[in-house]
Structures are given as C-alpha cells and as structure tokens.
C-alpha cells in the first residue's frame, strides 16, 4: 500500500487542476485516471471552450473574475499562452427562454463591463451572424477561448513537475475510512491517504454510494461539429466571437481557432446514456438540427466536416459541486455540471484547499453536496443557464 497526503480520482480538467495545485503547495498527491491521459471518453478532450464573464447570477460573475486570475496564473507557471480573447455575444431572441435581465442584473452586480446590441449592430459589427429580426445581444470584449485537451494536458505537466504521481489505466473500485485515513482500492492495489478528491465526473455517483450521497445526476452524449465557411475571414479569431443563443434549444459556437473550421453544437442535446454505456459515433440528427440552426444564424459556417461526441454529467439545478461530503469530510467532490472547464484553475485551487483542511467559505454554499436539490428527489431538473 502506497501512502500519500491526498489521492485524486480522475484526471480530467478538474482532476489535473487539483493534482497540479496540491503537488504545487508541496503536497504528496497521486492522480488516479481510469485511462490513458487525454483521453476522448469524458468531457476535457477537444480544442476548445468559452472563458466569459457572462452568467446568470453575481455569485456566478464573481467566479468568473476567479476563473480569469487563475488562468493568468497557469499562464505565468507553465510559460504557455493559453486565453485567446475573441469577444463574446449571448444572443437572445424575442421571447427567450433564458432571461437576459438575470444576466444584465448580475454583470451590473459585479461591475463587469458590456454592451447591448440590436439585431443590426450585430449584423454590422460580424458579418458571419445573422441573427433574426427582435434578437437583442450582451456583447463582453473579456469573453475568450481557453484550450481544452491542451489546457488540462498543461495542469497534468505541472503537477508532474511539481513531484505529482500520476497514475493511469487504473480503474478505482472503492473508497473507504480506514483506521489513519482514507483508502482509495484499485485493481492494482490500494492508496493510503488522508484525503480523497472525487473528480470523476460521469462515473462519480458509484464511488460515492458507500458513503449514502446521491447526487441524482444525469449523463447525456453531446456533440459538437466543425464547418468549413464558404469565407474563412468572416470567421477568424477577430472577425468573429465566440456566441451563446440564450434560448431552449440553446446552442453555442466559436471562430476559426487552431485551423480554418468554426466549432458549433447545441447544449444540452444529446441523450441520456451513463458513462460506460454511450455511442461514441456521430448522431445524423443532432448534425441536422445544429446545421439548420447555423443556416438561420451564421449561413456561412458552411459544410460539416466532422463531428466528436461528449459526456455531459449533469446536477439537477446545473449548479457545480465543490464539497466534502458532511459525513465524511475526508471524501471531497468535484463536479462542472458540464459548464465547468472556465473555472477549472479555480475548481483546482479551491478543491485543494478543502483537501488540506480548509473550510469551504459561504460563497461555495450553493455548491454543497447538501443542498436541497441534490438531496431531494423530487427536484425539477432546470440546465438552461
């Protein structure tokens, strides 16, 4: 049996984001991944995902301003660049399903600077949208793109660096209190620890069912597509941002970044399957309803070329989780509720700071493992944020 302060289960963004955080103040710490790093299987893969300010309440804008000083951060530690600001647009259409005063009210709350935009200044200022008659926009200059595989493959270099044990093709088949601590067992052997971070995301719930936490969690196989534009100028990191369509369906999209074809796909899509039982293959009709959205929107974006599929691992409100179980204090979750990869140095630094003992402060209430909607199962699922 091998002894660390703290293991982490899960090398995904939020598991690498917290091994290379505690391995960075010093900690001994494994990081434990079911499979090979970088893998397809979850939700870190990929080349892309939107940094913004934009969001719902201002406990939620206040994070973001976290989520951008953390970014600096890993910036400045890994000497790589890593936020390519392009600007961003929540869009919504008469009507819309998500409220845009939630969002005006909370980036009000927090200072956060933006624009209101009419259908027209839309259509002047990017020439790729065309958004239909009555949509109104928040335009954020700060709204940027962040790195998926290569961000969270950035976090697991750190932590190596750093004298983290990462540790992969090792499936973990149980946690349990142990008489000095925490044992996390594996099909390869066990790991003595005084803390445990669960960042598992789609295959959280089984390792957390010995300790009587249900999370009522729901796992959907989303997917996203690349087009070819007919005009790739009109699409390019400076022509074009990235946008959000603030309406049920919602979907969201960026510009050219990292080659000549824009990435698009609807939130929240898919459907629901569990982590070990999904397709993995492109879905036709999820192509059809993504490309004849982008006809309307951004009729441009031209054909696709390609589709990847993802996990979303879902709470019933959307709300993340960052919490020791209240039973068991040494047991710590994390989960992004698939909307988490902006915050993940964030996640990372504050999830480390519970594992080495700090107490989580009242701005992470909304994201106990205790809150009603997580322990009620009668909670109405609500993910439109």
């Not at 929540?90 to 709350?109: E, G, K, R, T």
């Not at 996203?224 to 100028?233: D, T």
Request: hydrophobic share 40%; glycine share 10%; aromatic share 8%.
């Amino acid at each position: 049996m091998s002894s660390f302060d703290v293991a982490v289960v899960g090398l995904g963004a939020l598991g690498s984001a917290t091994v290379a955080a505690l391995a960075r103040r010093g900690a001994s710490v494994v990081g434990i991944e079911q499979f090979e790093l970088g893998h397809g299987r979850g939700a870190s893969h990929d080349t892309s995902r939107i940094l913004r300010h934009s969001y719902h309440t201002p406990a939620y804008v206040a994070l973001t301003k976290e989520a951008y000083a953390d970014w600096a951060a890993l910036e400045l530690a890994s000497g790589t660049t890593l936020v390519t600001t392009t600007g961003g647009l929540d869009l919504f259409p008469a009507n819309a399903a998500i409220p845009m005063s939630d969002y005006v009210a909370a980036m009000d709350a927090e200072g956060v600077r933006y624009e209101e935009l009419d259908t027209p200044e839309v259509s002047s200022r990017w020439p790729g949208l065309h958004p239909p008659a009555g949509t109104l926009a928040l335009y954020q200059a700060d709204a940027a793109i962040v790195p998926a595989g290569r961000g969270t493959l950035v976090c697991q270099h750190l932590a190596a660096t750093h004298g983290a044990n990462l540790v992969t093709g090792t499936p973990v088949t149980g946690i349990k209190p142990s008489r000095t601590g925490i044992e996390v067992l594996t099909r390869r052997g066990s790991f003595s620890v005084g803390s445990v971070v669960v960042t598992a995301d789609a295959w959280t719930q089984s390792l957390l069912e010995p300790f009587g936490v249900r999370l009522g969690l729901t796992v959907t196989e989303e997917q996203v597509s690349y087009f070819a534009p007919q005009r790739p100028q009109d699409f390019a990191v400076g022509a074009f941002p990235v946008w959000i369509w603030m309406d049920d369906p919602s979907f969201y999209g960026f510009p050219a970044y990292g080659d000549a074809t824009v990435k698009a796909a609807q939130d929240c899509g898919g459907p629901v399957v569990s982590a070990d039982q999904r397709s993995g293959r492109a879905d036709p009709e999820m192509l059809r309803r993504l490309t004849d959205f982008l006809a309307m929107l951004a009729p441009g974006s031209g054909r696709s070329v390609g589709s990847r599929r993802c996990l979303y691992t879902l709470t019933p409100d959307r709300d993340f989780v960052l919490s020791p179980i209240p039973e068991e204090p040494r047991v710590v979750v994390g989960l992004g509720a698939a909307h988490g990869f902006k915050f993940a140095p964030t996640f990372g630094r504050r999830l480390a700071d519970v594992a080495l003992g700090g107490v989580p402060g009242p701005e992470l209430d909304p994201f106990r493992l205790d809150r009603p909607a997580l322990r009620d199962p009668s909670h109405t699922s609500k993910w439109l944020v």
